[in-house]
């Protein structure tokens, strides 16, 4: 038995060594938000943050997050009634399509703006080229960045 | 009375206002019917089968479609709400169960009959017989860019339309006072004079009682509220904070996962199965001989691939086990090549004598052009959640056609159809490969083996390595010019058929033409996928006439001009794209500029596409602009998103998409050997939408027609190299470029 904590709750699964972290998240977890679409670390569906960096749960053994702070969609937004800022970008840019991408895209985002809080968009392009959306929204997705890089700096020097 | 052709669409005004009479779309009778019980709680009240109406005052739109993006959702209960004048802020939906009531008649008809519309005394016969065939071919399909303009146009907005005339009727009868004095908005019916209102809430008991409306009045453009607008999508909230539901997030108590592998070589059985070493590996339920694949079921989704992967299969080796590409294309080549010696081609189209008219041409131009086949590869890999127990069969998935896998689901456990039921969820990507049923039906095999809930998940790989494909395909065009340049002769012979039957018919005045084609055995799947054969006739057309104008040097654009100038539509898309992209203008070395035009699904799009070739041969597409006259724009934000989402699914394809045999079967297994266009590869788009008023067109897929030849043309202006095999990464284009000095 392995010991996981997830969006800060302590949650306790049974992973074999090889076992990728994505389908303990989903499936022990039932945390669903987290998406498999290639378990191969080629399309990004399945990006979440361990310790703070983004990471491809498909190819991340389970066991390798034991004792580190593991956030998934469901865990980013800072209570139960308010979005994150990305989040809300991403609804006023009425940004997904189909959506089964989108976790991913906003792992991936939040990740990016944490480190850097105003990106180009030749930065954004470095930072979200992992992440295929099939639906092919990038412009949409590379506008949400910029808006929700503009909250951030407005909510900084309130 | 109007010819029953797609083509007699053109001229029928649905929106030009009045009435439309489709009375059996909102079929009375139904209030006590089975339907109430499909869709009604306690206390709601069914105005008719696409609506109803809470005690709260909330009006709920029933919509017959699948969510993949496309808004479906959004868009339909605006157009019923707007014809109702319901406040938008109380109005919600419910997707339709999956039932025979809810099949779409509309949708059928619209592809059958286009949008033409029928004498009075003709119609409700016309609508009966298509409803009868709709409900025995189980038909609730999402696709064809078919919603908004068919079940949105002719259910829909009669729907709501019908339930405002009763509710005012509801309220004339009550007040005792004349409709004509009463007002509808914001779902309250007042009667001014005397300062009475009332909710459509309070409304509704008495107004299910008035006989539906056969002839529901219709707003006209400039009454429309909500149509034409662009109101926040309903799906998209869940879909930021990881809530929303596809077929993937399924999760039924006491359920276990299933992943399967297909025999590689389609057509192939398995030969043998040695079971005996993952039998015993950890959370292995069981293991399962479909035979023609091999499925594992087990505590989860890791388990079961890991012992699939570990499990000795020999599959049977079948006449196809040695083909690879070019013998499939060879063989191809040699069909068509039969079929003409043989004068056994299938005629498309004749107009005049084009073989005649070709030995009279002063410049005779040929081109072989060749098209790959292309897997979906939707985001969400194929799943089907199934439960077979006690007679009955549960079913959860993302489908395109929810009632064509209920049928499917009967049909293979020889139950009665309503002990099936589907439970749809939303879809990640569709694309035409979600009408299809072949993982439900390996789903329930699964299922009816164990008698707990089974999520079948598919691998990636298996996803890429079985789905339906796009045909690939070969094609033959010649054209004779005259001695101004101008074609007097045009014959194409391609291979396979499917549909929209029209896709191959070209909007160029060329009077005499020759259009034919063959089907060659192919063991390959074929199955729809985006925009269906114009993406193929989109490409070709377009590239051809490309190289006819640069043959008969006159710029692409003008030739284009010419040769539609009848065709007032086309002239006004074309001369909006000309003035957005600067058509013309100076571009810098190695960039080039490409247009293409084509109508699909009742929308015509042209796109210019700006693309810069460099020394080491690679194409970047900088900028497309996209000009479409689909009409009439419903939801114009959400049109847009189509526009682009087509363009850069098209572009994928252009640029990379393959799918290859090699020893009978696919070649490519996941993104990085089917890769697809990701943001760094995506150019900037502009859409630019022109509402003509004409009966509203498609939006998911005809932009994706002329993406790849306003790619090659824009290649062709950059490099004077003509790309006649896609994709484009097959073409060395390096010798072309000069390193600047």
Request: overall charge negative; hydrophobic content about 40%; some cysteine.
């Amino acid at each position: 038995m392995t010991s996981l904590k997830i969006n800060g709750k302590e949650y306790v699964v049974d992973a074999s060594a090889d076992m990728p972290l994505l389908w303990v998240i989903r499936e022990q977890c039932g945390l669903t938000g987290t998406k498999f679409g290639c378990g191969i670390a080629q399309c990004g569906a399945c990006t979440v943050h361990i310790d703070g960096q983004p990471v491809r749960s498909c190819i991340t053994p389970a066991i390798s997050a034991e004792g580190k702070n593991i956030t998934t969609i469901e865990g980013i937004a800072p209570d139960k009634n308010t979005l994150h800022i990305v989040q809300q970008a991403w609804i006023e840019e009425q940004t997904p399509q189909c959506g089964y991408c989108q976790s991913g895209q906003i792992m991936s985002a939040v990740a990016l703006l944490n480190e850097n809080p105003s990106p180009t968009d030749e930065e954004i392009d470095a930072a979200m080229s992992g992440n295929i959306c099939r639906c092919g929204m990038y412009s949409r997705i590379k506008s949400a960045i910029h808006r929700a890089s503009a909250s951030l700096q407005t909510s900084n020097t309130l | 009375m109007k010819k029953w052709t797609r083509r007699a669409f053109i001229g029928a005004g649905v929106l030009a206002g009045g009435t439309l009479v489709i009375g059996i779309a909102i079929r009375p009778g139904n209030r006590s019917s089975k339907v109430a019980g499909l869709i009604a709680s306690e206390g709601e009240t069914v105005m008719n089968i696409w609506l109803k109406i809470a005690p709260d005052n909330t009006v709920t739109a029933i919509i017959p479609h699948a969510e993949m993006g496309q808004g479906v959702h959004t868009a339909l209960a605006m157009m019923l709400a707007d014809e109702m004048d319901a406040d938008w802020s109380k109005v919600t939906f419910q997707e339709a169960p999956a039932d025979k009531e809810y099949a779409n008649f509309t949708l059928l008809k619209g592809f059958v009959a286009g949008n033409a519309t029928f004498p009075k005394f003709i119609e409700e016969t016309i609508d009966g017989v298509f409803l009868t065939a709709v409900k025995s071919l189980n038909f609730q399909i999402t696709g064809g860019s078919a919603s908004v303009r068919f079940t949105g146009q002719q259910a829909m907005r009669i729907a709501g339309a019908a339930a405002k005339s009763m509710l005012l009727q509801a309220a004339a009868d009550t007040w005792k006072v004349p409709t004509e004095e009463l007002t509808a908005k914001n779902s309250i019916i007042s009667h001014a004079s005397s300062k009475r209102s009332a909710t459509f809430a309070e409304l509704a008991p008495a107004a299910a009682k008035v006989n539906i409306p056969k002839q529901p009045k219709l707003k006209s453009p400039e009454e429309f509220t909500l149509m034409g607008t662009s109101q926040p999508r309903f799906d998209i909230p869940a879909k930021v904070t990881g809530e929303a539901k596809f077929g993937m997030d399924v999760q039924v108590p006491g359920m276990k996962y299933a992943t399967i592998k297909a025999a590689p070589v389609f057509g192939s059985k398995v030969k043998s199965l040695d079971t005996t070493v993952s039998s015993s590996q950890q959370g292995v339920k069981k293991i399962l001989n479909l035979g023609d694949a091999v499925a594992v079921i087990a505590d989860g989704y890791w388990q079961a691939k890991t012992a699939l992967d570990a499990l000795p299969i020999e599959f049977e080796a079948t006449e196809n086990s040695g083909l690879n590409q070019a013998e499939i294309m060879d063989r191809y080549r040699k069909a068509m090549d039969a079929d003409l010696a043989d004068g056994n081609l299938e005629k498309h189209f004749k107009d005049g004598d084009a073989t005649k008219a070709l030995e009279q041409a002063a410049i005779l131009v040929e081109a072989e052009y060749q098209l790959p086949f292309l897997a979906h590869a939707t985001m969400e890999p194929m799943n089907c959640t199934a439960w077979v127990h006690e007679g009955k069969c549960e079913i959860w998935c993302g489908s395109q056609n929810p009632l064509g896998v209920k049928a499917a689901a009967a049909e293979l456990l020889e139950i009665d159809i309503d002990k099936v039921t589907v439970h749809n969820q939303l879809l990640g990507g569709g694309f035409g490969r979600r009408s299809e049923t072949d993982v439900m039906t390996q789903a329930i095999l699964i299922a009816k083996e164990v008698d707990f809930p089974v999520k079948l998940i598919w691998s990636r790989e298996e996803d890429t390595q079985h789905d339906v494909y796009r045909e690939a395909t070969i094609s033959r065009m010649k054209a004779g010019l005259d001695q101004s340049g101008l074609p007097i002769a045009y014959t194409h012979q391609f291979i396979f058929k499917h549909h929209p039957p029209e896709a191959a018919d070209i909007p160029y005045t060329i009077p005499n033409q020759l259009i034919q084609y063959s089907s060659p055995a192919s063991f390959v799947p074929w199955g729809n996928w985006r925009s269906v054969d114009h993406s193929t006739h989109g490409f070709l057309t377009e590239s051809f006439i490309d190289e006819l104008a640069h043959t008969a040097k006159k710029d692409p654009f003008a030739y284009r001009k010419t040769l539609t100038k009848d065709n007032l539509r086309f002239q006004r898309v074309l001369d909006l794209v000309y003035e957005k992209s600067n058509w013309g203008a100076p571009l810098p070395a190695n960039w080039g500029r490409g247009v293409a035009i084509a109508q699909s699904f009742g929308s015509i799009v042209a796109e210019v596409a700006e693309v810069e070739v460099s020394v080491e041969g690679k194409v970047k597409v900088h900028r497309v602009v996209c000009a479409v006259d689909p009409g009439f724009a419903i939801h114009p934000d959400g049109f847009i998103a189509q526009m682009e989402s087509g363009i850069i699914y098209g572009l994928a394809a252009a640029m990379t998409g393959e799918i290859t045999i090699e020893n009978g079967a696919v070649a490519q297994s996941n993104f990085h050997n089917y890769p697809v266009t990701r943001m760094n590869e995506a150019p900037k788009i502009e859409t630019y939408i022109i509402n003509s008023g004409n009966p509203p067109g498609g939006a998911g897929e005809p932009s994706t027609p002329v993406i790849a030849p306003a790619v090659t043309n824009a290649i062709f202006d950059a490099t004077g190299i003509r790309i006649r095999q896609l994709p484009i990464s097959k073409n060395d284009l390096r010798a072309s470029i000069l390193p600047s000095t």
